[in-house]
């Protein structure tokens, strides 16, 4: 590299590094009113049951649809919403959402519905966490049954004796409970002991790597089996290509969830394939770009 070069790569760097200073400043200070502005959007992506491609539910992810700068990723709104407290107000908003589109596809006839709600930390540690959640279901007269909130690992340590806790009134609510990013934080195996878990899901670093490299594909194997001993249903998140899902199929994983399936999709997408009932795997997977 000759020194003009690295001199014009610094400042490259380093005005790129102003934008997104510049952005996230500007996303801190816009979140506070963007759930007025109604700018926030729930797109919706199908996990599969990966033996016959049936539908098991649709999780929904938030996007901000922002003036400025588009649609903006939770990656990077969601750490800010919680820095500021907002994500207990677009937590909410999120779930007001779904519990809508619920009652929208019940109404189209399209019969049972699972679906999976995000849940960070500092909205789990909320003081009435699980009565917010029943009383949104009652408001939008959703079955109980036909929600699975998403938890991850790292907030179960925080506080065991309370997550145990709401877990358990999760349950006795009739709602499910699922462990998100499985794998990711450590000692994840005594959570299943501590924690009675409906449903995990694998993070999506063991697909990625499971092609590549042979300790991931034996945890993830075991992790496929353990999970099959203790009746916890397993989904495989961050499913793209035909190589994984071979792998998924050859060792009887329960269902996956990626791109190979669909992206996530605004709700008029996933419309169409919450009426089909199956959602098969498409070697294009830009289809629901
Ligand atoms: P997550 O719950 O683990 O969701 C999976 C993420 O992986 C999503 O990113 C999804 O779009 C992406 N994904 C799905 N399939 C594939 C694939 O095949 N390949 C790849 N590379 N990625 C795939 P997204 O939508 O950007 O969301 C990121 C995270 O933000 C979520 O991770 C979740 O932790 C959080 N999040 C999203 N919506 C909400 C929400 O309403 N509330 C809260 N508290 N957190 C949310
Ligand atoms: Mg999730
Ligand atoms: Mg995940
Ligand atoms: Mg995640």
């Not at 510049?22 to 816009?30: E, I, M, T, V």
């Not at 649809?65 to 649609?71: K, L, R, V």
């Not at 790597?209 to 496929?224: G, H, R, S, V, Y």
Request: include cysteine; hydrophobic fraction near 40%; charged fraction near 25%.
């Amino acid at each position: 590299w000759s020194k003009k070069e690295g001199k014009n790569r610094y400042k490259f760097y380093s005005s790129e590094l102003n934008i997104q200073n510049y952005k996230q400043f500007q996303l801190r200070h816009d979140l506070r009113m963007a759930i007025k502005k109604e700018q926030f959007l729930v797109y919706y992506q199908p996990m599969i049951r990966i033996k016959n491609n049936n539908i098991l539910a649709v999780e929904a992810l938030i996007r901000w649809n922002h003036p400025d700068w588009g649609i903006v990723s939770p990656e990077e709104f969601i750490f800010l919403a919680e820095e500021t407290g907002a994500i207990v107000e677009m937590g909410k908003w999120v779930l007001r959402k779904v519990c809508s589109d619920h009652r929208y596809w019940i109404q189209k006839g399209f019969g049972p519905v699972y679906i999976s709600v995000n849940f960070s930390g500092i909205q789990f540690y909320e003081r009435d966490f699980v009565e917010n959640i029943k009383e949104i279901l009652a408001e939008y007269e959703v079955d109980p049954q036909y929600l699975i909130v998403e938890l991850t690992e790292s907030l179960l340590i925080e506080n065991a004796y309370k997550a145990v806790e709401d877990i358990q009134k999760l349950q006795a609510a009739g709602i499910k409970v699922a462990l998100d990013d499985f794998g990711t934080g450590y000692s994840s195996l005594s959570y299943l002991k501590n924690f009675n878990i409906d449903i995990i899901k694998m993070d999506a670093s063991f697909l990625k790597n499971i092609l590549t490299d042979k300790t991931t594909t034996i945890i993830a194997k075991a992790i496929i089996n353990l999970t099959k001993e203790l009746h916890i249903k397993l989904v495989s998140e961050g499913l793209e290509n035909w190589e994984q899902l071979s792998f998924l199929r050859e060792n009887n994983c329960f269902s996956g969830q990626g791109y190979l399936y669909s992206r996530p999709v605004p709700l008029e997408k996933i419309d169409s394939i919450l009426e089909k009932g199956k959602c098969r795997p498409v070697l294009n997977n830009t289809t629901f770009k």
